[in-house]
């Protein structure tokens, strides 16, 4: 089957979650099925899983901060000064 990355999909955000190499990951891939390379924020070259249990693999730390970078919000337990930064104060 194949899965329709966020961006193509009309979600909020350039990006999709993608379970591949024994993590979930993070991915501006426009499209992707079972076997597919895949590129992940975190900079690895993956081959996407279609499986129910993939989806409860672990999440990539580093794809876990670029995406909450590319969506503009904080990790949860930030200082109040970094969720600030993430707002663009200064």
Do not use: N
């Not at 955000?13 to 390379?37: D, L, M, N």
């Not at 590319?70 to 337990?77: D, I, T």
């Amino acid at each position: 089957m194949e899965r329709i990355a966020s961006e193509t999909a009309g979600q909020p955000y350039p990006f999709s979650w993608v379970p591949a190499g024994q993590r979930r990951h993070a991915t501006r891939t426009p499209t992707w099925h079972g076997g597919a390379p895949i590129t992940a924020l975190c900079g690895a070259g993956v081959a996407a899983v279609d499986s129910a249990q993939a989806w409860l693999w672990w999440t990539c730390p580093r794809c876990d901060v670029k995406a909450h970078e590319l969506a503009g919000v904080p990790m949860p337990g930030s200082s109040p000064v970094v969720a600030l930064r993430w707002a663009g104060a200064r």
